[in-house]
Nanobody
């Protein structure tokens, strides 16, 4: 079993930045997993945002965040990050990290989520 705990969410004005973190623990071989970020806005379905392969050498972004968000990982710390810049009100959502069992968006384990609110 793998436990994923997100942090770093909060309230930010449009145009601002946040960095989300996701720490993995438990029976994990973190460095062998691709990892991803998803988000769910109020009243919407959960959607894929970004993924990173096990080594950090390959990344994938949905079009709506490309050029604004950056996914990265530190395998020594069992942590994956999502740097979010130039935030927009439509980025408001609960953000979830997940282990990826099939590239780029088939999920193995979910985290519990962290809330991001972008005010206009």
């Amino acid at each position: 079993q793998v436990q994923l705990v997100e942090s770093g969410g909060g309230l930010v004005q449009a145009g601002g930045s946040l960095r989300l973190s996701c720490a993995a623990s438990g029976r994990t071989f973190f460095s062998s997993y691709a990892m991803g970020w998803f988000r769910q806005a109020p009243g919407e379905e959960r959607e894929f945002v970004s993924a990173i392969n096990w080594s950090g050498t390959n990344t994938y972004y949905v079009a709506s965040v490309k050029g604004r968000f950056t996914i990265s990982r530190d395998n020594a710390k069992n942590t994956v990050y999502l740097q979010m810049n130039s935030l927009k009100p439509e980025d408001t959502a609960d953000y979830y990290c997940a282990s990826i069992k099939e590239w780029p968006d088939k999920v193995g384990y979910w985290g519990q989520g962290t809330q991001v609110t972008v005010s206009s």
